[in-house]
Nanobody
């Protein structure tokens, strides 16, 4: 069974940190472009961070630049999103997505009127992140 599973979400105080994991089963993540997206209640889905398949280049939304870091651990077949200096506005359900096409990283996190520009092949079920005191 081919699937992505996110984990690592939870409740954290403002200024705290969390590390989200995106683990794959049935396929090898280092051959896939990976995106992290989030969606808060009543808001549109947002592309948070993406990492390309081809050269490992990364993209970060302005809202998380300097606070979040995306990385791969190929030995564990997992992609991480390290989130530091968390703010209440980071509260959302976070999803990872994977696609085998070597998309340019600039396109991978783009959201258009109907959703992500790229039709990712696989999506995880999401993990809740709540930042609150």
């Amino acid at each position: 069974q081919l699937q992505l599973v996110e984990s690592g979400g939870g409740l954290v105080q403002p200024g705290g940190s969390l590390r989200l994991s995106c683990a794959a089963s049935g396929f090898t993540l280092d051959r896939y472009a990976i995106g992290w997206f989030r969606q808060a209640p009543g808001k549109e889905r947002e592309g948070v961070s993406c990492i390309s398949r081809s050269d490992g280049s990364t993209y970060y939304a302005d809202s998380v630049k300097g606070r979040f870091t995306i990385s791969r651990d190929n030995a564990k077949n997992t992609v991480y999103l390290q989130m530091n200096s968390l703010k209440p506005e980071d509260t959302a359900v976070y999803y990872c997505a994977a696609d085998p096409t070597p998309w340019p990283v600039q396109a991978m996190c783009v959201i258009n009127a109907v959703g992500p520009r790229i039709q990712y092949a696989y999506w995880g079920q999401g993990t809740q992140v709540t930042v609150s005191s």
